[in-house]
């Protein structure tokens, strides 16, 4: 198994661009999960989905963050318009069922 | 606000000694409790769940979890220069929607 793949490993951007990130979950799991990492706030849960479907997405921080999981094999997370504040570690997980998570590599957003 | 709480450390022990991490977390509810470790620049990783009170052994580590007084604790016997790293705690929701939350992570450092 490949496990998580995402894309982009690093990003860098400017103010006001529009960024995607992509993230391919472990095939058969169906719960997959966004998340931040920053020294300030830790690992931040931002959206999860069950089965495609968004579940949760009380922790995207403002409207310029949005997630889709058009299928189970592939989930975006988008930023639009990005700022520098948004300059953190993008974390996809995915799991079966409550048999804890398995990570993604990580995408390093830089906005510059 | 369900929280987990972890001393941020750093945490020093020499090598062969025993690494005793502890978490404490408010929800009275939660059931599941996992410790993922996470090298610098690194996913974190899985590396122990517990849901029953007492202990559970795997190798080197030993996860203890203590219900009445909302207390997980990590044990690494051995400890070795690779097992320096930050040791995410993370809680189940007791609300029966599973997704825990994570601590803030302990630094462990192992040193020769």
């Known amino acids: 198994d490949a496990g998580v793949i995402q894309s982009p490993r690093h990003e860098v951007t400017e103010m006001g661009q529009e960024v995607t990130l992509r993230c391919k979950p472990i095939s058969g799991h169906d719960y997959l999960f966004w998340y931040r990492q920053t020294m300030m706030r830790g690992l931040e849960l931002l959206i999860y989905?069950?089965?495609?479907?968004?579940?949760?997405d009380s922790g995207m921080p403002e409207d310029r963050f949005s997630a889709k999981m058009p299928n189970a094999s592939f989930s975006t997370l988008k930023i639009q318009p990005s700022e520098p504040r948004d300059s953190a570690v993008y974390f996809c997980a995915s799991s079966l069922g409550r048999s804890g998570y398995t990570f993604g590599s990580g995408t390093r957003l830089t906005v510059v | 606000q369900k929280e987990v709480e972890q001393n941020s450390g750093p945490l020093s022990v020499p090598e062969g000694a025993i690494a005793s991490l502890n978490c404490t977390y408010s929800d009275r509810g939660s059931q599941s409790f996992f410790w993922y470790r996470q090298y610098s620049g690194k996913s974190p990783e899985l590396i122990m769940f517990i849901y029953s009170n007492g202990d559970k052994e795997d190798g080197r580590f030993t996860a203890q979890l203590n219900k009445a007084s909302q207390y997980v604790s990590l044990l690494i016997r051995d400890s070795q220069p690779s097992d320096s790293a930050t040791y995410l705690c993370?809680?189940?929701?007791?609300?029966?929607?599973?997704?825990?939350?994570f601590g803030r992570g302990t630094s462990l450092i192992v040193h020769p």
């Open positions: 993370a809680g189940g929701d007791g609300g029966g929607s599973y997704i825990p939350t």
């Open positions: 989905f069950n089965n495609n479907v968004p579940i949760d």
